[in-house]
């Protein structure tokens, strides 16, 4: 998966697709309905509120930048110009449905979304135990895949394995606001990819009822302590070829 990072006003992973639509201004062209003005002067940017703009969004990719500065003028259309331009152009509102994405949008809300197929083990600490399942599979001339899952070298029940990866990649954060805090790790998962690349997640209790985590090291927020005990009685039971709840 594609990961961008927001920077400001946290630092934290943000949600791939919600960004698709404002990176496509960089790499796409922009289907323009008409224009404002064919001319860019004071009086016609006030004219269509691009001297207070709406949005302002500037992308650097590989060197190159470009800002564009965005006005609502109704509820269909809006005035853009970008760099470079020398009109104001009239493009549909549907094309900035960005506009009206809170903050907490653009986050990356999930806590794990890879493919099990990307996954070649997945080991779990806590201060109990230690899991670790080795994950494999073929592929047959129909593109069947059938699944093997190791644990300490013991073959377990594979849709057991899949129905728990299945719930664990539907838990989303319930709270985006992070605290500091001196608890240690209360559990800790690390996927291991087939380019020998890793992901760690990391749980913390703040509280009765919640625990924050982290990705590679970035807070993220926090999820349901029921999400939480249920992962972790899901991986042992599972660990132990029993089916999840």
Request: charged share 25%; net charge negative; glycine share 4%.
């Amino acid at each position: 998966l594609v990961q961008y990072l927001i920077t400001t006003p946290i630092e934290r992973y943000a949600n791939a697709d919600n960004l698709t639509s404002i990176v496509n201004l960089f790499s796409n062209e922009i289907a323009v309905a008409g224009s404002y003005a064919f001319d860019i002067t004071d009086a016609t940017l006030k004219e269509f509120g691009l001297d207070n703009p709406d949005a302002v969004v500037s992308m650097t990719i590989d060197g190159e930048s470009r800002t564009f500065k965005i006005s609502k003028v109704d509820d269909e259309y809006c005035a853009v110009i970008y760099d470079g331009a020398v009109m104001i152009r009239k493009v549909s509102a549907s094309a900035f449905a960005f506009l009206s994405l809170k903050p907490e949008d653009l986050y990356y809300k999930n806590l794990f979304m890879n493919s099990i197929n990307d996954v070649k083990t997945l080991k779990f600490n806590d201060s109990d135990s230690e899991v670790k399942f080795d994950i494999s599979y073929e592929e047959d001339e129909n593109s069947n895949k059938t699944y093997h899952i190791l644990v300490n070298e013991k073959e377990i029940t594979a849709s057991y394995f899949q129905s728990f990866y299945a719930d664990f990649v539907g838990i989303q954060c319930s709270d985006f606001t992070v605290q500091e805090t001196a608890a240690a790790v209360a559990g800790k998962i690390t996927f291991t990819f087939y380019d020998d690349s890793d992901t760690v997640i990391e749980f913390y209790k703040v509280n009765e009822t919640q625990y924050q985590y982290s990705i590679d090291g970035i807070n993220m927020g926090k999820i349901t302590a029921s999400a939480y005990n249920k992962m972790v009685k899901n991986i042992k039971l599972v660990a132990q070829d029993n089916q999840p709840t």
